[in-house]
């Protein structure tokens, strides 16, 4: 059961939503008598008999395991005969963890640690979040694995999403221009088939997919909002990120979202992420039904170039946490960023930064943006994902004697609610 207060003006409302997302949810309102209550319905038994301590002992079990070796016969044994995740079959999921070159690597000495139960299904399917510990990061990142229990030895096994050979990695970010004090949300995603990804050698390229759809919508069906991907090929000779095998390539390209068959090969953008939204009735509108339990994101991917044809499909259901909004941020909330000299020259100085990790390029320029192929006129970290986010950036190696940082441009990630953090000036 879980339990999220929404206030306002008038009043305080509580609203309860079970984690199954089966039975709805129940408001209760400030003033508002116990008897007149309707209590939500009974869970169904294969949830109500899950017994969570088996639970929690298979998912202890997995990370002892994990120190024999990611390719030992104690670590595959933990995974269901059925394991499917994201098109990868249980051997090909374990041969791709134990692969350095691939992105799902885990290290040697790899730990899981803090489970939390983040939803089960009325097939008796629960989802586990776990921290994930690889001994070189500084702070760890949160997985997902689906666990299931076997009815021939009774034993949690490691079940798989159940997907097809489909993600779309969905994000929701926020961004602060500091000079302005303006906060912006949107999404972002990387449409890609993981399999296909990963025989290639390329993280995003060699995929199958020309066209596809993403809509939010509740488990009736009922969409509220869709957003549409195309390929672009025309802006391959001109801006590599939009061919599909080059190494800068991040996974279908968003359409015009006022009007997707009009977008041409020769777009003017690769964009993975959506612009700003100037009116974010939608996002609170997909908030509240989030915080409702069961509310779906349908991904539909085409070999076609216009969203025809039989297209491979995978439904991923949302965490009861909400996605990016303002009304959820202030400008307290983001790490806060001040140039400042000393004697060695110009630097970032950064406070607020422990609640997040690193997510991408950190920069600093002396030009007026953050122009990467203007060296030396920029420093930019390259630390991996998972690090603690920077409380200092200084320019490395030494800019020209008298230039200042006059913009920077910082990349990190929420840990607690994985929302992407963007800073900038």
Aim: neutral net charge; hydrophobic residues 35%.
């Amino acid at each position: 059961m879980a339990i999220y207060p929404t206030a306002n003006s008038t009043n305080f409302n509580i609203n309860l939503a079970d984690k199954s997302g089966t039975n709805g949810t129940v408001t209760l309102t400030s003033g508002q008598s116990s008897s007149s209550i309707t209590p939500l319905a009974a869970l169904p038994s294969a949830i109500s008999n899950i017994n969570i301590s088996d639970l929690e002992a298979a998912i202890n079990t997995l990370n002892n395991a994990a120190q024999i070796g990611i390719s030992s016969s104690s670590f595959s044994s933990l995974f269901s005969s059925s394991f499917l995740s994201d098109g990868f079959t249980k051997s090909q999921f374990i041969t791709d963890l134990s692969t350095p070159t691939n992105q799902d690597y885990l290290q040697p000495g790899t730990r899981f640690k803090d489970p939390q139960i983040i939803s089960c299904t009325v097939m008796g399917v629960c989802t586990v979040q776990i921290s994930v510990y690889n001994p070189t990061a500084v702070v760890p990142f949160p997985i997902q694995l689906p666990f299931i229990k076997d009815s021939v030895s009774s034993k949690w096994l490691v079940y798989g999403n159940q997907q097809p050979d489909l993600r779309n990695n969905f994000t929701s970010y926020a961004k602060l221009v500091t000079s302005s004090g303006v906060i912006g949300v949107g999404f972002e995603f990387n449409i890609y088939a993981p399999v296909e990804a990963s025989a290639s050698g390329n993280t995003f390229g060699g995929i199958p997919y020309n066209s596809a759809s993403v809509s939010f919508q509740n488990a009736a069906g009922v969409i509220d909002y869709t957003i549409y991907f195309v390929q672009k090929p025309g802006l391959a000779a001109s801006n590599s990120g939009c061919d599909k095998n080059s190494s800068n390539y991040s996974g279908l390209p968003i359409a015009n979202l006022a009007n997707p068959s009009s977008n041409v090969s020769d777009n003017l953008t690769c964009n993975t992420s959506t612009n700003d939204f100037a009116d974010e009735t939608v996002i609170r509108t997909i908030n509240s039904k989030i915080l409702a339990g069961g509310y779906q994101l349908v991904t539909k991917a085409y070999t076609s170039n216009n969203w025809t044809g039989t297209p491979v499909v995978r439904t991923d259901i949302f965490p009861p946490a909400p996605i990016a909004a303002s009304n959820l941020l202030s400008p307290s909330y983001f790490p806060f960023a001040q140039v400042k000299t000393d004697s060695t020259g110009s630097y970032l100085a950064i406070s607020n930064s422990s609640p997040f990790i690193q997510n991408g390029h950190q920069c600093i320029s002396s030009l007026n943006s953050c122009d990467y192929d203007k060296s030396p006129n920029f420093t930019y970290s390259t630390a991996g994902a998972s690090s603690a986010a920077p409380t200092i950036l200084r320019p490395s190696p030494a800019w020209p004697s008298g230039q200042k940082i006059t913009s920077f441009s910082l990349h990190l990630q929420d840990s607690k609610n994985g929302w992407d953090i963007f800073v900038t000036n």
